[in-house]
């Protein structure tokens, strides 16, 4: 295992307090932890963040004749029983491969909280800004080549904090285009370019030697990541000039059909967390023409994505996840749309050691409240753990000596698992 936090071990965390710790670890745990790791099921997670909201209803738990079913139908699947909204059409026929879960019990019906919750596994602190779950990933995974481990499409997503400058993520703003910070400006040859590279190296040292500082420290690994970077053949992957028209097309001229074509591309050459970000699901008006639009350029791109995955065999060891901050409320508001509703939603799963062609738990006939099975929050989280072989109760410490456990109280859905 990998580690990348930027601070130093002081002697207080070696030898411990009175709490007893070891290493950053409390020794009443240390037991525990023994035999809790296993054989990681996935090498990989691609992350598919729909903020806003997305509604339940209208995607993954359709309601029929009931009078919050809203203008879709449901349609059959590739798995006899499971049904979705009719705007996904292409995904539906790879739901072989893939897991629903219809149960999540949510508690923040704020868009900040709630993305904060969902992203991290634990609740907004004004004190502590806990790291993101790729951010968890890059801390305990081992890199797998020269692209970061961790990178996020069309927006930003949540901080390292107490993980460290070196579990960021990189951000790539519209995918299929060369990044231009990752080459030296026009009119600058790559010699002279390296030679101020050179420059300003030896100014960070001679800086860094008088005056010790976490930010400038946290800089140079920045610029020595970037370097890197610069200079590796895995660049192509961001590149499409050499992907096929036909392959393009399959997934959709879109920022987002670029950005999940791009996500196989990243998980090819190593990258360990990519994260694809869209937005627009805060339908509060006008739900249904706004979610038909999202399912036409959604459907192709996951659902491509999870068959050239599969076919490819890359999907057995790459956990897909579409997940919102909540669901939308199944009463249809007197704009036609739908409003905040964080007591029951869904999200979708496949890859990674996922079985294919579950449904796990259930909403109520109209779709307020979890039926059966609730799945908490940082369940999610402790379920991803659990597919890359992450102990998600591990405690690390945060430079005020804090100790932290990767997930938030989470139990792994382990029905999920074969």
């Known amino acids: 295992m ?134 968890v990933v890059a801390h305990e995974c081992s890199p797998l080549g020269d692209l970061p481990a961790y990178i996020s499409i069309s927006g930003f997503a949540p901080k390292a904090g107490y993980l460290g400058q070196t579990c960021e993520a990189y951000y790539v703003g519209r995918p299929g285009e060369k990044d231009p910070y990752l080459a030296f400006p026009e009119g600058i040859a790559k010699v002279r370019g390296n030679k101020r590279l050179d420059v300003l190296s030896r100014m960070n040292a001679k800086y860094t030697s008088r005056l010790p500082s976490k930010t400038l420290d946290s800089t140079q690994t920045s610029v020595a990541d970037a370097v890197k970077l610069m200079n590796s053949p895995a660049l192509e992957a961001f590149e499409f000039d050499k992907v096929e028209p036909e392959i393009r097309e399959k997934y959709g001229e879109t920022e987002f059909g670029r950005g999940a074509l791009l996500a196989g591309r990243l998980v090819e050459n190593g990258v360990r967390f990519v994260q694809v970000n869209r937005g627009g699901f805060d339908v509060h008006q006008r739900a249904f023409p ?80 979890p039926q059966d099975r609730p799945v908490a929050v940082p369940d999610i989280h402790a379920t991803l753990c659990h597919a890359l072989g992450i102990d998600p109760s591990k405690e690390v410490m945060t430079p005020l000596q804090r100790p932290m456990k990767l997930v938030e109280n989470g139990k792994p859905v382990m029905e999920l698992f074969g």
């Not at 739901?95 to 704020?110: C, E, F, Q």
């Not at 459907?299 to 939308?328: C, N, Y």
């Open 2 to 135: 990998s580690s990348c936090l930027d601070y130093r071990v002081t002697r207080r965390s070696l030898l411990g307090t009175a709490g007893g710790t070891f290493l950053g670890l409390q020794v009443r745990n240390l037991l525990a932890f023994s035999g809790s790791s296993h054989k990681p099921l996935a090498d990989h997670v691609i992350l598919f963040w729909n903020g806003g909201g997305m509604s339940h209803i209208d995607t993954w738990d359709p309601k029929p004749g009931r009078p919050t079913q809203g203008e879709f139908e449901p349609i059959d699947t590739s798995v006899k029983g499971v049904r979705i909204s009719q705007i996904f059409p292409q995904l539906a026929k790879q739901m072989d491969k893939v897991a629903l879960i219809r149960s999540i019990a949510g508690t923040n019906g704020d868009h900040g909280r709630a993305t904060y919750q969902l992203q991290t596994s634990y609740n907004q602190s004004s004190n502590l800004q806990h790291p993101g779950f790729g951010s």
């Open 290 to 369: 706004a979610m038909e639009a999202h399912g036409e350029v959604m459907d192709p791109a996951l659902a491509s994505l999870i068959e050239d995955l599969h076919q490819s065999g890359k999907l057995e060891k790459t956990l897909v996840i579409m997940l919102s901050e909540f669901g939308r409320t199944p009463k249809i508001n007197k704009d036609a749309g739908r409003d905040h509703h964080a007591a029951v939603f869904s999200c979708l799963l496949a890859g990674g050691g996922i079985r294919g062609g579950m449904v796990i738990g259930s909403s109520d006939e109209d779709g307020y409240q």
